[in-house]
């Protein structure tokens, strides 16, 4: 990583090599704004290259090109690419499913299945609105659970797929919604509470599409997330 990055900056920098970034994407911070939200409110994808976008010999170097997006209420590992070149490889290792992604979430109850894989179908948020009668595509999450408490379970989560709200959609469907989601379920039915959906993600691994060495990064639990076990212990 360049030390030519301080502390003082709002966005972290997780992993710098000579063609990807990762930040650490706080919650409630849009990835990508487009329309009239750009006017209204800053998005990573702006931040990032206003802090971060390397000078040339006093010429802009590569913009910062998000390889994947994160949903505004989730926080942890988000890679950028420099360059549009560099950006679709990456992105192509992710339509290709070889880049693995693990989440941290809280979900309601007791799962008391140590492990396990969730196939259920899930419909593209984005085509639906314009597509209503869209199918639902194939969709797989795997799960291992990590600890239980009284009335919530701490979960591992590893999207095999990449559907819009897939883990949100699955742990809905299998009674066990996230803490603090408030699209899939009423959020006043459950006794816990929190100001978002408690979506961590805590790991991006992949084999560097031009150098071919192996590249994890890890992003540590967020402050809410960790306040939110310290105040709900066994």
Do not use: W
Not at 112 to 131: C, L, M, Q, W, Y
Not at 150 to 164: Q, S, Y
Request: charged fraction near 30%; include cysteine; hydrophobic fraction near 35%.
């Amino acid at each position: 990583m360049s030390k030519r990055y301080t502390s003082d900056k709002p966005i972290k920098v997780l992993y710098e090599d000579e063609q990807f970034m990762a930040f650490y994407k706080p919650a409630g911070l849009l990835s990508v704004a487009s329309g009239s939200l750009r006017q209204k409110e800053n998005c990573l994808e702006d931040m990032v290259n206003e802090f971060y976008r390397e000078e040339i010999n006093g010429v802009a170097g590569p913009k910062l090109h998000p390889c994947h997006r994160l949903d505004r209420e989730t926080s942890g590992v988000i890679f950028f690419a420099k360059g549009k070149a560099h950006q679709q490889l990456l992105m192509d290792l992710f339509h290709k499913r070889m880049v693995h992604k693990k989440y941290i979430s809280f979900v309601h109850g007791r799962v008391t299945r140590p492990s396990g894989t969730i196939r259920i179908p899930v419909k593209d948020a984005f085509a639906d609105k314009f597509s209503p009668d869209s199918e639902a595509k194939d969709a797989a999450t795997k799960y291992k659970v990590l600890e239980i408490r009284t009335k919530f379970t701490i979960l591992e989560a590893e999207p095999i797929t990449g559907r819009t709200n897939q883990l949100r959609i699955h742990f809905k469907a299998i009674g066990h919604p996230i803490v603090g989601e408030n699209k899939y379920i009423f959020r006043k039915d459950f006794d816990l509470k929190f100001k978002r959906t408690a979506l961590h993600a805590a790991e991006i691994s992949f084999k560097h599409p031009v150098t071919g060495k192996d590249v994890k990064v890890e992003a540590k639990l967020s402050a809410d997330m960790m306040n939110f076990l310290e105040r709900n212990r066994r």
